[in-house]
């Protein structure tokens, strides 16, 4: 299994408009300007890309997916699995018309799916729209343990604020779970004997209504203990290097382009 990071920014994508709009001032760490520089520090919206002997997901559709798809030359993607109905997190959903000559197979909560057909209602019913070059999408309500690809994939209910039906993804030997603020324990139980661990990191210190910082991450990674922790989902208050020091064994914070490979079996 091959995990691709296509994006592990917030939703202001860093460097952001606000940050250079001030001039740089609300920057502490100097990451906005810092991108320009080091693409480590140049974050796209969050995305995922994983690539199995029989199949490829894509995690989150961002805004930033066109660009996301043509820096990593994606070639195909035959699911797309949506966390929740943030724009940030399925704003991108126009841009997988190239992907969908026949239906993608669209799998979330019923509540997403619902603000897809919302914002996207042609992609769900393409006999209605007039024209062409619109993305077709099978919508598939992830409300139990399901099979993809031969592996097994768990949805994970999460609280990410008042949202309804913001999920993780656990697929097989790997977990996405790039939005939340807690889990209850018994859907924390999910993430247990990961290899690998995709999560929420939204900045350093300053605590946030609806997602985990730093501290909370790595406690929270410490708990589930996976082989190994990438961190996702980071404003310009995270310093890749600065920070590097708060981190654990086995952690670190991702950055787009970066290519994880994961061993691949069927059942947890």
């Known amino acids: ?24 001032t609300r920057c502490r760490k100097g990451v906005c300007k810092a991108a320009a520089t080091d693409p480590k520090h140049a974050r796209t919206r969050c995305s995922l890309l994983v690539e199995c002997a029989r199949g490829t997901a894509l995690l ?5 997916f066109r660009v996301q798809a043509l820096r990593e030359r994606i070639k195909r993607i035959d699911a797309a699995l949506v966390t929740h109905r943030h724009m940030d997190h399925m704003g991108g959903i126009p841009d997988l018309r190239s992907y969908t000559p026949e239906p993608l ?31 077709r999408l099978a919508p ?8 993809l690809f031969g592996l097994q994939v768990t949805p994970v209910p999460v609280e ?33 004997g990961l290899d690998l661990l995709v999560l929420d990191c939204l900045r350093d210190e300053r605590p946030h209504p609806t997602h985990v910082i730093l501290p909370e991450s790595v406690a929270l990674c410490r708990e589930l203990a996976p082989k190994q922790c990438w961190f ?20 670190g914070f991702a950055y787009d382009g970066l290519v994880v490979e994961v061993r691949e079996y ?3």
Do not use: N
């Not at 669209?106 to 062409?132: H, K, L, N, W």
């Open 1 to 24: 299994m091959q995990v691709t990071f296509l994006g592990t920014g917030t939703s202001h994508g860093v460097p952001s408009i606000d940050c250079m709009l001030s001039g740089y």
């Open 105 to 135: 197979p669209f799998y979330a909560s019923q509540e997403t799916i619902d603000e897809a057909r919302r914002a996207y209602g042609y992609a769900f019913d393409p006999e209605a729209f007039v024209g062409g070059g619109i993305t």
């Open 266 to 268: 069927g059942s947890q």
């Open 60 to 64: 989150d559709v961002s805004m930033d």
């Open 140 to 147: 598939h309500v992830a409300d139990c343990p399901f099979e």
């Open 160 to 192: 990410h604020g008042v949202l309804k039906g913001c999920l993780g993804w656990r697929i097989g030997p790997m977990a996405y779970v790039p939005d939340l603020k807690r889990a209850a324990p018994e859907h924390l139980a999910l993430l247990h």
């Open 232 to 251: 996702v989902h980071m404003c310009h208050d995270i310093h890749y290097q600065l920070d590097a020091t708060k981190l654990g064994p086995g952690m």
